[in-house]
């Protein structure tokens, strides 16, 4: 699917976190979004973090929305401006 014009230009950055021995830890992947105008943060997501449902990816989908609001100056809890 083609890109629109209104998305905005991101990178993905992937890492693991929660290793130990004999435990590889959590693959994450999080998708950073910029102005293009600008260049700054204006939107974090997390694509990757665990099995869907999972505990840890319930949280960090939730904190990638509450992080986006807080970024763009929006109340993190409500989304109000």
Known sequence: MPKTSRRLPSDNISFLIGGAPGFAGHAITINIARDPETNQIVEVAFCEAGKIGHGIQLLLSELGIKL??????RNPDTGAD
């Open 68 to 73: 986006s609001r807080a970024i763009q100056g």
